[in-house]
């Protein structure tokens, strides 16, 4: 089968469109053609080997050669202990810790997938996984969303982002989006109440509140968001700054203690809420923001415009076999 293999940490210059065996599925796994695969940060972060994912995937050179996690397909086999799915369902997952997704052909755990609505086509599904779930579970679990509240996402214009703004409006809230200015007509296009350019003004100093911070860059101080909290605003924190993330680790329960303000981070569970999704997607109350999709062999190109942060929504790639992006063949 064809994959996208790197076999040492770079840039995307070292990702190569190979010929490699397909995989065989354990007893409890089931093979995946792939029909769609969408590229996340953490893709991103392990194709440039930071210590953290060095430390996840091989200090020197990686263990995973396949990158890309969030994948959309159909079963083609299932290993003997499967029992929730058959060949033939279309189904879609986060597949990050296994990875394997830049490929033609991919092997899961039954429990990484959910079965893929008729009405949702595979790019829309490889959207869903990791930023969707980021997104419900910033917002809903750990930023315990109310009707009326007034929100804020920073990073509003990427995958995350663009999935916070349609959960957030089903609450009845207002939200501002904050990104660069490229981005800022699709967000107000998308609903977004108010926007704001990183570039031009810092939402920390401009003497507004939120009750709900959402951030995906977490790129300042803790104090600074903080003092964009109203009295009992929560603030919560998906990624960003490995030093911005530990100092609002180590401040946050003493800036709780202190004030009624909450500092709050997500620790991501994998496809908990994929069907809660599916419900919404098929309701019509939520649309994935897909930038693409891209063949196979651009992955390289595609890498490189996510890293250059230039996207809008989710960077998908669509497989070869996925002739004319139809849900069914
Ligand atoms: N908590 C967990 O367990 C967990 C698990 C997986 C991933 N994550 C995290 O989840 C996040 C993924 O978010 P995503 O998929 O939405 O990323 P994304 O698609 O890259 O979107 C980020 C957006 O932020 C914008 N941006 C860049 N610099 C900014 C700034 N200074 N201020 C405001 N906006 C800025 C980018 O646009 P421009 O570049 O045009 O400015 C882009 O639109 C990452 O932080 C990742 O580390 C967390």
């Known amino acids: 089968m064809k994959a996208i293999v790197f076999t ?7 990702l190569e469109l190979r010929e490699v065996d397909k995989p065989i599925p354990k007893d409890d796994e089931v093979l995946i053609k792939v029909y769609a695969v969408s590229i996340n940060d953490w893709d991103w972060a392990l194709l440039q080997g930071d210590l953290i994912n060095r430390l996840l995937n091989g200090l020197l050179k990686p263990k995973k050669k396949i990158l890309g996690s969030d994948i959309a397909g159909r079963i083609e086999a299932v290993g003997k202990n499967v029992r929730q799915f058959q060949p033939g369902d279309e189904v879609f997952g986060d597949l990050s810790g296994d990875w394997g997704g830049f490929a033609e052909y991919v092997c899961a755990r039954e429990n990484a997938l959910a079965l893929k609505p008729a009405s949702m086509t595979f790019e829309e599904a490889a959207a869903i996984p990791q930023a969707a779930m980021l997104a419900v579970q910033g917002l809903r679990d750990k930023g315990q969303i109310q009707p009326g509240q007034k929100l804020l996402i920073n990073g509003a214009g990427g995958g995350v982002g663009t999935f916070a703004v349609q959960i957030a409006k089903l609450y009845g809230v207002e939200v501002t989006g904050v990104d660069s200015s490229g981005k800022l007509d699709m967000l107000r296009s998308m609903g977004f109440d108010q926007v704001i350019d990183y570039t031009q003004e810092d939402f920390t100093k401009n003497g507004q509140c939120y009750d709900l911070i959402l951030d995906v860059k977490t790129n300042r101080s803790i104090f600074d968001y903080t003092r964009a909290l109203s009295p009992n ?19 946050g329960p003493w800036i709780s203690m202190i004030s009624k303000k909450n500092i709050r981070l997500v620790a991501l569970k994998q496809n908990k809420d994929l069907a809660y999704m599916n419900e919404l997607f098929e309701a019509g109350k939520v649309k994935p923001v897909i930038d693409g999709p891209y063949k196979l062999s651009e ?28 849900n069914s063949e």
């Open 8 to 14: 040492k940490y770079g840039t995307p210059d070292v």
């Open 233 to 251: 605003g929560i603030y919560v924190t998906v990624g960003g700054s490995m030093v911005r993330l530990f100092q609002a680790l180590l401040l």
């Open 299 to 326: 992955v390289p190109e595609a890498m490189r415009y996510f890293g250059e942060g230039k996207h809008k929504g989710k960077v998908v790639i669509t497989l070869e076999h996925n002739k004319g992006h139809l």
